[in-house]
């Protein structure tokens, strides 16, 4: 009996300690403080998320200004469509025609022609539409506004919700990216995220986060670009387990409930005796 105690108590603190590693592994922002962190940048416009124009990006650009017949013609307009369906015929709504980045980075913009944007922010792109059509304006500046409207990002392995997911806002942080996923599970690593990133140019690289890490707000990949792949690595648990089916899945586990009652019961035999 007092074997059997001693089984008890071994397995009771090994499973203490595991628990203990675990949440060690899981927590996010370790070893954090109530101080204010502040990314290494250079100056203070830098810590603003500002996306870069690739290939095969969709963006919406409007022109808008006191002078409607000055910016009408740089304002496409998609053509009206309707459904045959006799009399009750459903017509779309007008929208402004978007522009899709070529693989040489141009897009073909109403008057000016082509104009080569790869590379550059979107801010970038509105300041340069506004000084090319400046003179076509006697009044004011007109109001550039430019948009990605395909922003999306790929998020795979030990997930909620594996996925791709898009966003409006043009910014999205890892975190917020894992959030759409509805995070990741238990079995995911959260010190060897690996993130697949595109340039505008078509070189592509891995970055690695390390989530549990404070600094990770300091990392390259802490705000996700447009076509982004997330992959969360399966932690060792998963790993061994993926070795064995359901079934044998469910037998092990069996197999350590009863041996946990069987110990449970012996020492509280042992105590009552």
Do not use: W
Request: include cysteine; aromatic fraction near 10%.
């Amino acid at each position: 009996m007092k074997k059997a105690c001693h089984l008890s108590y071994i397995f009771f603190i090994t499973l203490f300690i595991s628990s203990c590693s675990q949440v060690k592994d899981i927590a996010y922002f370790q070893n954090t403080d109530e101080k204010t962190i502040t990314p290494q940048i250079q100056s203070k416009s830098e810590s603003l998320f500002d996306p870069i124009i690739k290939p095969k990006d969709l963006l919406s650009i409007s022109v808008v200004s006191t002078e409607p017949g000055a910016s009408r013609i740089y304002n496409l307009i998609t053509p009206q469509t309707n459904a045959p369906s006799g009399e009750n015929s459903i017509f779309s709504q007008p929208a402004l025609q978007n522009y899709l980045v070529d693989n040489e980075g141009y897009i073909n913009f109403p008057v000016l022609g082509k104009i080569q944007i790869k590379g550059q922010t979107t801010k970038e792109l509105a300041i340069k539409i506004q000084d090319m059509i400046a003179p076509a304006f006697t009044k004011e500046l007109p109001i550039i506004t430019v948009r990605i409207i395909n922003y999306s990002v790929n998020i795979l392995g030990e997930v909620i919700k594996p996925g791709k997911y898009e966003t409006t806002n043009e910014r999205l942080t890892i975190f917020e990216g894992l959030a759409l996923a509805g995070d990741m599970t238990i079995y995911g690593r959260r010190d060897n995220v690996k993130v697949l990133r595109e340039d505008a140019y078509g070189n592509k690289k891995y970055i690695t986060l390390n989530l549990n890490d404070k600094d990770i707000i300091n990392s390259e990949a802490y705000f996700l670009e447009q076509n982004d792949v997330v992959y969360v690595e399966p932690n060792k648990s998963r790993t061994e387990s993926s070795k064995f089916g359901s079934a044998e899945n469910f037998r092990i586990s069996t197999i350590s409930v009863l041996f946990s009652v069987v110990n449970i019961a012996a020492t509280l035999y042992s105590a009552i005796k």
